[in-house]
């Protein structure tokens, strides 16, 4: 379910609050070989299905970065400000991918807001931790604290 807001005041409101979850997603090794192709990123663990399958994982695996850049689409599902007149993606405070997304997983992205500040140019920035979950796993495979703009 997605969190809508129209305000500054309602966004800084939420400080400390969880803002829910995105959608799941299955990853499929088409995504993963176009990632590789995009990144020039073609290590066997996540392109050659044989090799990987005599592997650690038993299977391929999504890049890290592909599982971050996923955050993209899950954000938009988690988060939606009305009346701004545009929204960046910022950067990265810290990101870390304590376990792997095989080939076929279900991911989904949760989100947390931790802070939102007025910059200097007039724009307000928010702080959100990311916890990037795979369904059964019992760890998170990617965890990351970024940081958006928005200007309204």
Not at 26 to 38: G, H, M, P, R
Not at 81 to 101: A, D
Not at 129 to 143: M, N, Q, S, T
């Amino acid at each position: 379910m997605t969190t809508t807001v129209s305000s500054i005041a309602e966004l800084t409101a939420l400080t400390g609050q969880h803002l829910g979850y995105s959608e799941w997603r299955e990853v499929t090794q088409e995504q993963i070989n176009t990632f590789a192709d995009a990144t020039d990123d073609h290590q066997w663990i996540h392109v050659d299905a044989e090799r990987a399958a005599a592997g650690p994982f038993g299977t391929t695996i999504a890049h890290g970065f592909l599982t971050l850049s996923l955050l993209v689409p899950m954000w938009s599902e988690i988060l939606h400000f009305e009346g701004v007149r545009l929204g960046i993606n910022y950067g990265l405070n810290k990101v870390r991918f304590p376990s792997p997304v095989p080939v076929g997983s279900r991911i989904r992205a949760g989100a947390a807001l931790v802070s939102v500040e007025t910059v200097a140019d007039g724009s307000f920035q928010i702080v959100v931790d990311f916890v990037i979950e795979r369904d059964g796993a019992e760890k998170p495979c990617c965890i990351a604290e970024g940081l958006y703009r928005f200007y309204v």
